[in-house]
């Protein structure tokens, strides 16, 4: 389908040429103006403002307009094109036009909008990236659903996606994870469970690691009674990335690469990194950095030795980052740096990346890695997630990985719905914190956006059982029949394609959880008023009405499928 605010914005940009052509308006370079849907009947279907030609055309906005409208070619989607003051044209969809649109909407279906913004682009989108160290709770698992939306959309958007998870398998929290498996190891053999010190702030007290250790007694008996932690984290590993595939998939979650880390290391990437960044000059060692701030100096004699530094604040940074500890291990910076170095290799015209908001600092070293490495930095796009608490009779629940204090996806899915919790998820920008309210998620009201918008779906599929079990089809329908109620609905079907574009312009997948819940709203109304199936209703009538819900069916499932979302027939 027609994108209209794209049709019009090129109609309106002949229409000034034309208006200079004839020397109606004086030669100016003709910038982009915004053509916005209209929120109110008398400013027509979509408008535009010109005041921004004022200073170029010199001359009054509604002068300018009126000029604009004189040499518009009016297009066979429209009726009327309007001047209001002080200087912006109106737009009114002619209606023969919209009616006959049911027919396309129906003929598009699954591929309603699909756009080609992306056409023969490749877009990687890289999402959840938890380190296996404990199930996927409620925290994690907005970046998740914001990720898998997210790709959702490019792909309607006509971009070739792909899905990775970055499996974050090395550092000092997987030695942790393994030695929390060991000491459970020990203990289901009948050894008291007794924690250091130091061994109480990295414990993993979660009871996924009793389990485990249940079952790899069953594997391996008493033969790995004197391991170190080492075998212990590989087999945690292993069992923790499968239960986190499970879980990702009972919400519809499916990558189609998993990156290992510790391939960085396997092949030298990240020592080669680092001999770039050196060669470009952006490299040095010293135990402070070079604009280290006087109170800095008191640390010189710390024993920490020599670290790699990185020249980031040529790029604005705060201050120099360390790529190599004194120690000789890498900080998360260098291989971070590697790891966008071989995304953009692969090809990839857009990258995104999803992150928790505690990346903030990170990311943007990141880019500056990138950039002095002379990559294209504006290939990497950055959706930052805030928190996500959980509610649960109106009082916060806290959660904890390590003390093993969290509501795990599973256990969300299993009390609410995958689609509950991918909508309650989606429903609020990524710039904000929010709550998951586990009560409205589980209520079978309208108060539940979740169910309302479903709902919808589920009221256009049970007008067809019903018309199918009394023989009546919308079969040669005609669309004159239509009301100005059914009207309303399709001027908002066509805002569909542009939520599409602005969500993947700005980033923001949560455009298409709001889109869905106005849909709703004004779809039930119509539902409620518009009959179809009653003696009073006349035989053409009714079957253009069930044409017009059969279409209603096709926009309500296609926004459905967008937020991974399933489109239910029955509740």
Known sequence: MKLLHHELARHIQDAIAAAQAAGDLTRFDIPDLEIRASKRAEQGDYNVAVMPLAKPAKMNPFEIAKQITLHFIKPDFLAVVEVAPPGYINFRLDEAWLRQQVETIIAEGDDLFALELGKGKRAQVEFVSANPTAPLHIGRSRGAVVGDTMARLLQAAGFDVEREYYFNNAGAQMRNLGNSLRLRYLEVLGQPLRLSDDEKKTFYQGEYLITFAEQLVEDVGEAWREHDWQPFKKYAEVKMFEMIRQTLARIDIHHDVFFNENSLYDSGAIWETLDALDKRGYVYKAALPENAEPEDMDDANAGKGEAVWFRSTQFGDAKDR???????????????????????????????????????????????????????????????????ALMRGGEIIRMSSRAGNFETLDDLIDQTSPDAVRYLLLNRSTDTNMVFDLDLAVSQTNENPVYYIQYAHVRCAGIFREAAARGVTDDGADLSHLG????????????????????????????????????????????????????????????????????????????LHLMGMSAPEVM
């Open 322 to 388: 360390v790529l190599v500890k004194s120690s000789g291990e890498p900080t998360y910076t260098l291989p971070d740096i590697a790891y966008h170095q071989n995304k953009l290799a692969r090809g990839f015209d857009l990258c995104v990346n999803v992150l928790g908001a505690d990346h903030y600092v990170q990311h943007q070293v990141v880019r500056f890695g990138v950039q002095s490495l002379g990559l294209d930095a504006s290939k990497v796009h950055v959706i930052l997630v805030q928190l996500v």
């Open 484 to 559: 100005e109620a059914e009207m309303r609905f399709l001027r908002r079907v066509f805002e569909l394609g542009e939520v599409i574009e602005l969500s993947v312009h700005h980033m923001e997948p949560h455009r298409i959880a709001f889109y869905a819940l106005e849909l709703a709203n004004l779809f039930h109304p119509v539902f409620d008023s518009v009959r179809v199936l009653h003696s009073e209703v006349p035989p053409e009538t009714a079957k253009a009405r069930l044409r017009f819900f059969r279409a209603a069916q096709v926009v309500l499932k296609r926004a």
